[in-house]
């Protein structure tokens, strides 16, 4: 048997400036089938000496998101393989 699932990741970016700084936030989402939500986010900062680049400060914030949730949803499968099987996982 063949089974297909698509989960959907919802993104949102925010920035805020204060003269030469900058600030981006970045909040990641996914709903499984079963209803469970998890966010992760995420922040970067950017040096006044630094160009003005908002797409770097938008990379880095979202790629910390998706590595928050990535950290979550392992704990999530941790906590299911634990729960289904009487044995903590154990990552290699």
């Not at 949102?12 to 909040?27: D, F």
Request: aromatic share 4%.
């Amino acid at each position: 048997m063949h089974t297909t699932k698509r989960w959907n990741v919802d993104v949102v970016v925010s920035e805020e400036n204060e003269g030469e700084a900058a600030r981006t936030w970045a909040e990641v989402g996914v709903v499984a089938d079963d209803g469970t939500a998890l966010r992760g986010h995420g922040m970067a900062r950017k040096h006044p000496m630094d160009m003005d680049v908002p797409e770097i400060g938008e990379e880095l914030a979202v790629s910390r998101a998706l590595s928050d949730l990535s950290r979550q949803l392992r704990q999530v499968a941790a906590e299911d393989i634990n729960d289904n099987t009487g044995t903590p996982w154990r990552p290699t």
